[in-house]
């Protein structure tokens, strides 16, 4: 088990952290019956996502004592492989510590692997016979495949792989679902034919982040949110994925879909829906997912004027792969228009949010890892203090790297003045909960499948919405091909991105500095 007491003596020991969590699925599961098994099956098992992400997932859930008793593990995909073959693909992704190699070898003795296409009956049939090898067993099947297949598979899993009898079923779609509205609809109404919404979990891993899960506690749980969650209260809404590497390699697959599809139409979506939803009347999946397609539904399809959208060339002075722009990326097609950046102005046509411009902002090879919400909330009203010394309050609720939450605020410059200066109230994970390993998106949200926890994955209405939301733009831009503003690799993207963002209402003065130093060398 990861790590043991680290903090100071009153805090909450990592051990104690993943008892509670032991100790709640415990609880959940206890309804299931003691004989019963669980199968997890992985499609495309010899994949890039299965081998970098599921297994090392899985793994990570096993050697925490997270999964029930007795859990299965079998891979399925085209390739003649054994379950050797598959650990060694793994071996690279998963987290092992020193001393483990006995749990890692326990982990693979539960695997089994099978080779079969994805259109044979037969070859599901064989399947269904290893998994009824397993007695009476849950059985949770991963798609973990390009959408190509999605539609054979779910017929197969329908036709010959059910449960039966005291035991579920449930199918777990990684995106793209779909690459419009139309294409998503097909995809929707065909695994709708074939199973029930309640057995449908649709992964967007950016729901299984720790802050933004907290969303709904920061908003719901603070008497002093609610009041000011309004358009009386804030001027804009900037919701930021930035990442500061490009494709390199992974072009071709990116060049199909742009950063709009890749990162903006479902994780920032989703981080804009927990930011601005009504308080749902409990926290049960259907009432919370009911809130969010109320707001997907009160926001009208984007246009190419409330759009900026660019793609990286290579810096000159930089390092490495740092000199070379999108187009230089051997796998992406020559002259390719992709947008590897994209800014965008949502506005939510509610009684709440009129006017309040939601500004969502991603983009690859940019100058920093970060992705957050900030609140920026309105100019003091009748303000005393010399003209622009009082600068607009903020709330940043940093995701990632190193979860936060902080308020700028302004306070009095200590000593024998009354003038003013930016300072704020800041959570910092890493202070307040030290010692403490956060599990990943992917072990919460896999997790939630085993406990039928549909709240964090996507229900087929919110897709729709999404989907309305952005195809018209989508469709506009693949017409009329406007060329992307050209901006360097490690810069802040376009400049235009930041006019856009400013003449919606978003103010930057750049004059708040964090004392980063004093805050992590202080020793409480
Ligand atoms: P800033 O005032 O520096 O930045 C505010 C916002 O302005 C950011 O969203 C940034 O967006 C944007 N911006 C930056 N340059 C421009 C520009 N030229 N034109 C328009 N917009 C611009 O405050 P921050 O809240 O970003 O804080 C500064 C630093 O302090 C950050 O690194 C932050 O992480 C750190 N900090 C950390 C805390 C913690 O760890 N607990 C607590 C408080 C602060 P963009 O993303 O586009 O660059
Ligand atoms: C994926 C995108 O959904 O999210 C990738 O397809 C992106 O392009 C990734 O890099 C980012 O995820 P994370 O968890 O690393 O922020």
């Known amino acids: 088990m990861a790590g043991s007491k680290s903090g100071p003596e009153d805090c909450v020991t990592n051990d104690e952290f993943f008892n509670k969590m032991r100790d709640t699925i415990e609880h959940e599961l206890r309804d299931e019956g003691e004989g019963t098994s669980h199968v997890f099956v992985i499609f495309g098992a010899s994949g890039d996502l299965a081998s970098k992400k599921i297994y090392p997932t899985l793994w990570c859930l096993f050697r925490d004592n997270l999964l029930p008793h007795k859990t299965h593990f079998i891979g399925y995909a085209r390739s003649n492989l054994t379950v050797q073959d598959i650990k060694k693909k793994c071996l690279p992704y998963m987290k092992v510590k020193p001393g483990e190699d006995k749990k890692v070898d326990a982990f693979f003795k539960l695997n089994q692997y099978l080779a079969g296409s994805y259109d044979k009956t037969s070859d599901f049939s064989k399947l269904n016979r290893l998994i009824e090898e397993k007695g009476s067993a849950n059985r949770l099947f991963y798609l973990a495949l390009p959408p190509s297949v999605f539609e054979k598979v779910a017929l197969n899993i329908k036709a010959v792989c059910m449960s039966n009898g005291d035991t579920w079923t449930r199918v777990v779609v990684e995106k793209p679902f779909g690459h419009d509205l139309e294409s998503s609809n097909h995809l929707s109404t065909h695994l709708a034919s ?47 994925f930035k990442e500061p590497f490009g494709t390199q390699g992974r072009g071709g697959y990116f060049d199909e879909f742009g950063i ?35 707001v997907l539904r009160c926001i009208c399809p984007l246009s190419m004027d409330q759009v900026v959208l660019g793609q990286y060339t290579g810096n000159p002075d930089g390092k490495g792969a740092e000199k070379e722009g999108y187009l230089d990326d051997p796998t992406v097609p020559k002259g390719s228009i992709t947008p590897t950046f994209a800014t965008a102005v949502l ?30 909330f309105r100019d003091v009203a009748g303000d005393i203090f010399p003209a622009g010394e009082v600068k607009r309050n903020e709330l940043v609720i940093r995701v990632q790297p190193n979860e936060a939450v902080y308020l700028k605020m302004m306070t009095k410059t200590p000593g024998l003045t009354i003038e003013c200066e930016e300072t704020e109230l800041d959570l910092s994970y890493r202070n307040r909960y030290e010692g403490i390993t956060m599990p990943d998106a992917y072990e919460r949200l896999l997790l939630d499948v085993f406990l039928g926890s549909q709240i964090h994955f996507v229900r087929s209405d919110e897709l729709f919405e999404a989907w309305r939301i952005f195809t018209p733009l989508l469709h506009q831009i693949e017409k009329e091909k406007p060329k992307p503003l050209p901006y360097v690799y490690g810069s802040r993207g376009p400049p235009e991105a930041d006019a856009l963002s400013s003449t919606h209402g978003f103010k930057y003065t750049g004059t708040y500095r964090w004392n980063k130093d004093k805050m992590t060398n202080s020793k409480y």
């Open 260 to 294: 709009i599809r890749d990162v903006m139409q479902n994780h920032l979506l989703q981080i804009l829906t927990l930011t601005a939803m009504e308080k749902p009347p409990t926290t049960e999946a259907e009432d919370i997912r009911n809130e969010k397609v109320k």
């Open 194 to 240: 074939l199973f029930n919404e309640n057995q449908l979990y649709r992964i967007d891993h950016y729901l299984g982040k720790e802050m933004v899960q907290n969303l709904m506690v920061l908003r719901f749980g603070n008497r002093m949110f609610s009041n000011i969650w309004n358009r009386d209260n804030i001027a804009s809404v900037v919701i930021s």
């Open 347 to 376: 506005y939510i046509k509610s009684e709440r949010w009129d006017g309040v411009p939601f500004i969502l902002k991603c983009g690859k090879a940019l100058n920093e890892r970060k992705a957050e919400v900030r609140v920026q």
